[in-house]
């Protein structure tokens, strides 16, 4: 799986919107673009995964850049329960028949009230 | 439903004991991971299992870790001669059906080697 680079954390106000970035330049064409976070004390959740085209599910929105080699997750509304590492994962289906997921450092987002 | 649970939550041993830790998957789902969680190396996969074969254990760290599942259930981590490097928090996450279905996390166990 191809390798991705966040930034190491970025901070939000409280019910204001947050764009985080990842780039992944390297990412090949049957790659995946998964989204985790990790509440503090807690293990990993999913947030979002798409491949190509942009995704919603009601915890956030995935925008996938036309060239694939950039993503943004979009939470629309930041609460203090936001507050977490967020991980970008590439995953591809073709050479990693498990599904295993590769952490990168992740973002890790802190809200303001 | 129930998630997936761990068991213990935290677990103290001392250097060179053996120590087992349980998880217990989300009923149904046939893909199970383990994973740790240390300060310095960040959130590192271990073992796959797909029902009780475990096709990828490319991320045991040496022989001294083993993992094994039962009934397409329950999963046991063992480490054999704990070492102060071993302490992290063991993760360990389910799956439905195809591999690339989300994972959901269990909240750890928490293993302190002095």
């Known amino acids: 799986d191809a390798k991705t680079t966040q930034p190491n954390s970025m901070e939000s106000n409280e019910e204001e919107p947050v764009h985080l970035p990842c780039n992944h330049s390297t990412i090949s064409g049957t790659d995946y673009i998964h989204w985790y976070r990790q509440l503090p004390s807690q293990g990993p959740e999913y947030v979002i995964h798409g491949l190509t085209s942009n995704v919603n599910n009601r915890m956030a929105s995935l925008a996938i850049a036309e060239d694939r080699k950039s993503s943004t997750l979009i939470l629309h509304r930041a609460t203090l329960r936001d507050a977490a590492v967020y991980y970008c994962i590439l995953r591809d289906p073709i050479y990693n028949q498990g599904g295993k997921l590769i952490f990168g450092q992740g973002t890790e987002l802190s809200v303001k009230p | 439903g129930a998630g997936v649970s761990q068991s213990p939550s935290n677990k103290v041993t001392e250097k060179g004991k053996d120590v087992e830790l349980r998880c217990d998957p989300i009923s149904g789902h046939t893909a199970l991971y383990w994973y740790r969680q240390s300060l310095g190396q960040g959130l590192e996969f271990l073992i796959y299992?797909?029902?009780?074969?475990?096709?990828?254990k490319s991320g045991l760290p040496s022989d001294r870790f083993s993992a094994e599942r039962t009934g397409g259930s329950v999963s046991t981590l063992t480490i054999q001669r704990t070492q102060q490097e071993d302490s992290a928090v063991y993760l360990c996450a389910s799956g439905a059906g195809s591999s690339y279905n989300e994972q959901f996390f269990g909240p750890g166990t928490r293993l302190t080697v002095l």
């Open positions: 299992f797909q029902g009780n074969s475990a096709p990828d």
